[in-house]
């Protein structure tokens, strides 16, 4: 199977269970109850779609080096084609769907397409940063010792999303000792 099928089905694959995820299980209902919208709900949908990805392409990455499956690289006209180029591309998109206002509404529609670009732009930055080492190194060091800068610039990056989405109120509830208070968003949450 040609490796771009394989990281696209991949990624839809990612993208799909994320939404179904949000809109079709009491998961959803549950982020939707105790996650704030905007921005901290896209950032926990970022969040997890980046963790999962990462985790999926890596094991991918480790399938193919090992011939496992009948996964191969992504070749086009001979040349190898790395996984960062399909994160660039779609981190394109997502930034350009996002200055064009898409999914800024509160109807259905927009609350979908703000998710839909949220699961996007944590596959997009998960398979990027995946080959932070090769952006460093400007030569293939996946596997290598300078590779280990791909995990660190992962793991950093999964920290800021994870604070962008759950930093704050902790920060506020735990070292500056305020109430906690929770706002319902809807009557259905209580």
């Known amino acids: 199977m040609s490796g771009a099928w394989v990281l696209l089905i991949f990624g ?4 799909s269970t994320m939404m179904l995820l949000l809109h079709l299980t009491k998961l959803g ?14 950032l926990f949908v970022a ?14 990455v480790l399938c193919i080096t090992h011939s496992i499956g009948p996964f191969g690289w992504v070749m086009m006209g001979g040349r190898h084609i790395h996984h960062l180029v399909w994160g660039i591309l779609i981190l394109l998109a997502v930034g350009y769907a996002w200055l064009a206002d898409l999914g800024s509404g509160n109807s259905p529609t927009d ?3 703000n998710r839909l670009l949220a699961s996007m732009y944590g596959v997009g930055a998960a398979l990027t940063l995946d080959e932070f080492a090769l952006w460093l190194n400007l030569r293939d060091v996946y596997w290598a010792k300078e590779g280990r800068s791909s ?3 992962v793991i950093i990056f999964a920290a800021l999303l994870g604070i962008g989405a759950w930093g ?21 949450c209580e």
Do not use: E, N, Y
């Open 29 to 42: 209902h549950i982020v939707h109850c105790h996650i704030p919208d905007r921005p901290r709900r896209r």
């Open 12 to 15: 839809i694959v990612i993208v």
């Open 111 to 113: 609350i979908f397409v």
């Open 168 to 188: 704050s109120p902790l920060l506020h509830h735990f070292f500056f000792k305020r109430k906690h208070t929770k706002k319902i968003q809807d009557a259905d």
């Open 151 to 153: 995990i660190d610039a």
């Open 47 to 60: 969040t997890v779609a980046f963790l999962a990805t990462f985790v999926g392409v890596r094991l991918l």
